[in-house]
């Protein structure tokens, strides 16, 4: 057998804290062996297109080999009926040929017969196995016919043609999605964005801010203010309730200096300090869901301590780049910042090996080290270990820790034909609990995005990309391809009940109707996402020398991730500076 390799430290998982540790590691001079059992970096931040993201949530066999993919449950995918109206037109997989015109100069798509219609669809899932796969599961065809002779045998205005050739047309831009299993957003001034900045790992990224925050309120979507202009502009708050809004904020920015305000209320729940400010429930409702960010059922648990803490996170950042306090990363913010760091590991010498499954973790506990070998027979030692929570099945089961509690997220993505909002289409809404015509028990966070951070097509598409498309389902409208994300996740331990309810309340899922003002659901999938929670703490370790991460969490920001990176760091490293700023980058975000 070959003698092992030999690493200071050995990484596994991408997760974005592990990411930022082994970048630090290898710039302070350590030898860095970064795995991962999953072909592609961001574990539960990952971006997939459409495609591979359809695939991977229907093809469900995957989940019984991998402990990453077995975290994910009760996976429903759906498809909008295409409108039985529509001209069609078959789509293609090759360029258009000298003696085709663009469609641009054709006018309107000449109509097709309804058997042509069939024929055209088959033709296309005949030379696209995993579109045929896809159509196949969202379907939910179960029969011993062939799928393809099955839809021959269907008409035109049968549901599943239909929802094949809806499907079909998304699938023809799904290289122009960028989808997030878990998305995030980052605080202006928060830890992560000042540990960007002052490492030079920014560089490697692009961002635009958030453009609007909102509340769901008694039936209907209250704008957050991102500044005192937008207080005292807005018409539905009345100027004596404007003035205590803002004198609170006021204080809520430098609550640490008069904690005689709070003192008395330190620990009761930040409700009941509200309510001695003289707000009103709409703004005490304003304050603690969207400012302080507690969107959870155990809202009116949270101290007032905690809760002028979370205020004052969200003020701090108000501003910097933007009316609201959040960034949002181009192609999708947790996989970017990890290949970010992972691209600095690799700068200053890191391995990386992907796709590589493990077979178990030995443990020397005589000489404190830790031997990973991995399927393939190959071995690497390291005195250091960090690992996500999946990898401790791994560990002999002396070392394996039990969580405290299994965390149940529930998420939905939906594609849907135009913007939530007439003012913007890049923002966040929330839900609160028990809200009113929703019911939901659980909050639930709502973050909306479109082309201009890149994770769906953007307009002006080229004719390849709109052949197939037509102007009746609103993908294709005046030569633009339109299509927004809407990602939803409850902001606790949630059910399918509060994000079924949630989205049906924000979007039409199952109906078409024009006279309705909301956005129409073209694909939507809902799935739950199982977080074991080890700890209270972000790291848990164990023999000492093991760090586990936290996993992804359901919270709207990354929280603690640079904070937990540093703390790993400094035990591992304690006389190297963590990620110190780098002479040849200049400050490009000021």
């Given at each position: 057998m070959e003698n092992p390799l030999e690493f200071d430290v050995v990484v596994l998982g991408t997760g974005l804290t592990q990411s930022i540790v082994a970048g630090a590691l290898a710039r302070a001079g350590k030898k860095v062996l970064h795995l991962d059992s999953n072909d592609f970096y961001g574990e539960h931040h990952a971006v997939f297109d459409l495609r591979t993201l359809l695939q991977k949530f229907t093809?469900?066999?995957?989940?019984?080999?991998?402990?990453?993919?077995s975290s994910y449950s009760n996976i429903e995918v759906h498809v909008a009926e295409d409108d039985a109206n529509a001209d069609h037109q078959e789509p293609r997989e090759r360029p258009l040929e000298n003696d085709e015109t663009n469609i641009s100069n054709q006018g309107t798509v000449a109509p097709t017969n309804s058997s042509t219609v069939v024929a055209n669809i088959i033709a296309y899932l005949q030379e696209n196995d995993i579109a045929c796969d896809i159509c196949k599961e969202v379907?939910?065809?179960?029969?011993?016919?062939?799928f393809c002779d099955y839809l021959s045998s269907c008409s035109a205005e049968s549901a599943d043609v239909r929802r094949c050739i809806r499907l079909s047309k998304l699938l023809r831009a799904a290289r122009q999605f960028n989808l997030e299993l878990s998305p995030k957003l980052l605080f202006s001034r928060g830890p992560l964005v000042e540990l960007l900045v002052s490492s030079g790992v920014g560089s490697y990224l692009e961002f635009k801010a958030l453009e609007e925050t909102y509340l769901y309120h008694q039936g209907s979507y209250d704008r957050v203010p991102g500044s005192k202009e937008d207080v005292f502009m807005n018409d539905t708050v009345s100027l004596i309730d404007k003035r205590?809004?803002?004198?609170?904020?006021?204080?809520?920015?430098?609550?640490?200096?008069?904690?005689?305000?709070?003192?008395?209320?330190?620990?009761?729940?930040?409700?009941?300090?509200?309510?001695?400010?003289?707000?009103?429930?709409?703004?005490?409702?304003?304050?603690?869901?969207?400012?302080a960010l507690v969107a959870s059922d155990e809202a009116s648990s949270v101290s007032t301590l905690?809760?002028?803490?979370?205020?004052?996170?969200?003020?701090?950042?108000?501003?910097?780049?933007g009316k609201t306090a959040f960034l949002v990363a181009l192609y999708g913010a947790g996989s970017e910042l990890i290949?970010?760091?992972?691209?600095?590991?690799?700068?200053y010498g890191g391995t990386y090996i992907l796709a590589h499954p493990l077979r178990a973790i030995a443990i020397d506990t005589e000489n404190s080290r830790y031997q990973v070998i991995a399927d393939d027979g190959s071995q690497f030692t390291a005195s250091w270990l960090?690992?996500?929570?999946?990898?401790?099945?791994?560990?002999?089961?002396?070392?394996?820790?039990?969580?405290?509690?299994?965390?149940?997220?529930?998420?939905?993505?939906?594609?849907?034909?135009?913007?939530?909002?007439?003012?913007?289409?890049?923002?966040?809404?929330?839900?609160?609990?028990?809200?009113?015509?929703?019911?939901?028990k659980q909050g639930v966070y709502l973050c909306q995005q479109s082309w201009d951070v890149s994770s769906c097509p953007k307009e002006n598409c080229t004719c390849d990309t709109l052949i197939f498309l037509d102007c009746h389902n609103c993908l294709l409208m005046s030569g633009h391809l339109l299509a927004v994300v809407l990602y939803f996740w409850t902001a606790g331990d949630?059910?399918?009940?509060?994000?079924?309810?949630?989205?049906?309340?924000?979007?039409?899922?199952?109906?078409?109707?024009?006279?309705?003002?909301?956005?129409?659901a073209l694909l939507w999938t809902i799935y739950k996402?199982?977080?074991?929670?080890?700890?209270?703490?972000?790291?848990?370790?164990?023999?000492d020398h093991i760090a586990v991460c936290a996993s992804s969490s359901a919270a709207l920001d990354f929280e603690n991730s640079a904070t937990a990176a540093e703390e790993i760091f400094r035990k591992i490293a304690p006389e190297a500076e963590f990620l110190p700023p780098r002479p040849d980058v200049e400050d490009t975000f000021e």
């Open positions: 093809q469900r066999s995957q989940a019984e080999s991998s402990t990453f993919w379907c939910a065809y179960s029969g011993d016919q062939d205590r809004l803002m004198k609170f904020f006021s204080f809520a920015a430098e609550y640490d200096t008069h904690p005689d305000v709070y003192e008395a209320y330190r620990e009761q729940p930040y409700r009941d300090f509200l309510q001695t400010q003289k707000l009103n429930p709409r703004l005490i409702a304003f304050i603690l869901h969207t400012i905690t809760g002028l803490q979370l205020t004052q996170k969200h003020l701090q950042s108000l501003g910097r780049w290949q970010a760091f992972c691209r600095l590991c690799a700068v960090i690992a996500s929570p999946h990898y401790l099945r791994y560990l002999p089961s002396a070392q394996q820790p039990r969580p405290k509690r299994i965390m149940a997220v529930w998420r939905a993505i939906v594609v849907t034909n135009k913007s939530l909002h007439d003012t913007s289409t890049l923002n966040v809404t929330v839900v609160p609990p028990d809200s009113d015509e929703i019911g939901n949630g059910t399918k009940a509060d994000i079924e309810s949630a989205c049906a309340r924000v979007v039409q899922l199952e109906t078409s109707n024009p006279e309705d003002p909301r956005p129409k996402e199982q977080v074991p929670i080890l700890s209270d703490e972000p790291n848990t370790w164990i023999e």
